[in-house]
């Protein structure tokens, strides 16, 4: 007996999505390693499922390479969900790989830790690491 979702093809575009651009400015201490962590307490997207808001507080703790991210392009980036529907999981990996692509950290990590809803909570954390 095969189990069929009803979520099927929910989110085959969120790769794809055409986020906000998330801008970056030099680093002028590339030379040291220290730790910037950034912490958006209002994050809202869209239960694909259900089309109800979800709610989150999304932290990217990240160590700098060559840029770091310019926090209002970054809230921007943000603020481009709160009409999406998108998953938990998918929310915080998409974070982690825009935000990779937008300034090449020497590491990173988002921990999306959304709301509960119908009595579950769930926090997402991925990870980063320049080889």
Same mark, same amino acid.
């Given at each position: 007996? =095969? &189990?069929?979702?009803?979520?099927? +093809?929910l989110?085959t575009? %969120?790769? @794809?999505?055409?986020?906000?651009?998330?801008?970056t400015? =030099? &680093?002028?201490?590339?030379?040291? +390693?220290?730790?910037?962590? %950034?912490t @958006?307490l209002?994050?809202?997207?869209?239960?694909?499922?259900?089309?109800?808001?979800?709610y989150?507080?999304i932290c990217?703790?990240?160590?700098?390479?060559k840029?770091?991210?310019?926090?209002?392009a970054l809230?921007?980036?943000?603020?481009?969900y709160?009409?999406?529907?998108?998953?938990?999981?998918?929310?915080?990996?998409?974070?982690?790989e825009d935000f990779?692509?937008?300034?090449?950290?020497?590491?990173?990590?988002v921990?999306?830790?959304?709301?509960?809803?119908g009595g579950?909570k769930?926090?997402v954390?991925?990870?980063?690491?320049?080889s």
């Open positions: 007996m =095969e &189990n069929h979702s009803n979520y099927e +093809d989110q575009h %969120i790769r @794809n999505l055409k986020t906000p651009p998330i801008e400015w =030099e &680093n002028k201490y590339s030379d040291k +390693d220290y730790t910037i962590e %950034i @958006n209002e994050f809202t997207a869209v239960c694909p499922k259900t089309g109800l808001p979800d989150a507080t990217i703790t990240y160590m700098p390479d840029h770091c991210v310019e926090l209002k809230k921007e980036y943000f603020v481009f709160r009409d999406i529907g998108i998953f938990h999981e998918h929310v915080v990996n998409k974070v982690l990779v692509a937008a300034c090449q950290p020497r590491s990173a990590e921990v999306g830790d959304f709301n509960i809803r579950m769930t926090i954390r991925a990870r980063y690491v320049a």
